[in-house]
């Protein structure tokens, strides 16, 4: 079984900034891409940003320079580091974790709660 816990999200003004945390636990034996999609009131999901387990990230165009993804392997967690937030950056996000919960067994896409991120004056 293996779980992810979601935190950081909250209700911020336009311009600051916020960080997220998503912490995977439970029977993993290897951990691959880690990531976050938003999905907006009335839009379809769609992916701020990921990373791999060599380091390289892809940050989609629309939070580029204002977004920075990270991960801690130590601690099956991954961060997203959200500064200049604006209105449109309204959305839940939801982590997405890649896990092979044993050597024999193929990687698996496992989803976050989801945390709400509001930002408005």
């Known amino acids: 079984q293996v779980e992810l816990v979601e935190s950081g999200g909250g209700l911020v003004q336009p311009g600051e900034s916020l960080r997220l945390s998503c912490a995977a636990s439970g029977n993993i034996f290897r951990i691959s891409s880690m990531g976050w999609y938003r999905q907006a009131p009335g839009k379809q999901r769609e992916l701020a940003a990921f990373?791999?387990?060599?380091?390289?990230?892809n940050i989609a165009d629309s939070v580029k320079g204002r977004f920075t993804i990270s991960r801690d392997n130590a601690k099956n967690t991954v961060y997203l580091q959200m500064n200049a937030l604006k209105p449109e950056d309204t959305a839940v996000y939801y982590c997405?974790?890649?896990?092979?919960?044993?050597?024999?067994?193929?990687?698996?896409?496992?989803w976050g709660q989801g945390t709400q991120v509001t930002v408005s004056s």
């Open positions: 990373i791999t387990n060599g380091g390289m990230t």
């Open positions: 997405n974790v890649e896990i092979a919960d044993r050597p024999t067994t193929g990687i698996k896409a496992y």
